[in-house]
Nanobody, 123 residues
Framework: QVQLVESGGGLVQAGGSLRLSCAASGRTFSSYVMGWFRQAPGKEPEFAAAITWSGGSTYYADSVKGRFTISRDNAKNTVYLQMNSLKPEDTAVYYC????????????????WGQGTQVTVSS
């Protein structure tokens, strides 16, 4: 019902910046929250940031707070993740996800997932 497509990943050096985009299509009206998760090799996906479609309230993991900024463009059905001051620890596949509920911190809170985009930060 909902398709999510991430873009904007790449290879950057420590201290650099990237902006990820997630374009949503389908029955997005049924989604209340858009989130970003990241998964490093051998690890489970972890919550990075989320934003509500309606009010634009933002939520961040402590590990990215102050460096990452999530935003959305409702007209474009697109959510962004601006990543600044990148660290090698940020290296992961970043996934965009949509939740049909107001819960947003756990993988199980999200119904739809994008294919992921690789972010690699070199030291």
């Amino acid at each position: 019902q909902v398709q999510l497509v991430e873009s904007g990943g790449g290879l950057v050096q420590a201290g650099g910046s990237l902006r990820l985009s997630c374009a949503a299509s389908g029955r997005t009206f049924s989604s209340y929250v858009m989130g970003w998760f990241r998964q490093a090799p051998g690890k489970e996906p972890e919550f990075a940031a989320a934003i509500t479609w309606s009010g634009g309230s933002t939520y961040y993991a402590d590990s990215v707070k102050g460096r990452f900024t999530i935003s959305r463009d409702n007209a474009k059905n697109t959510v962004y993740l601006q990543m600044n001051s990148l660290k090698p620890e940020d290296t992961a596949v970043y996934y965009c996800a949509a939740s049909t509920s107001s819960r947003l911190y756990r993988i199980g809170d999200y119904t739809y997932w994008g294919q992921g985009t690789q972010v690699t930060v070199s030291s």
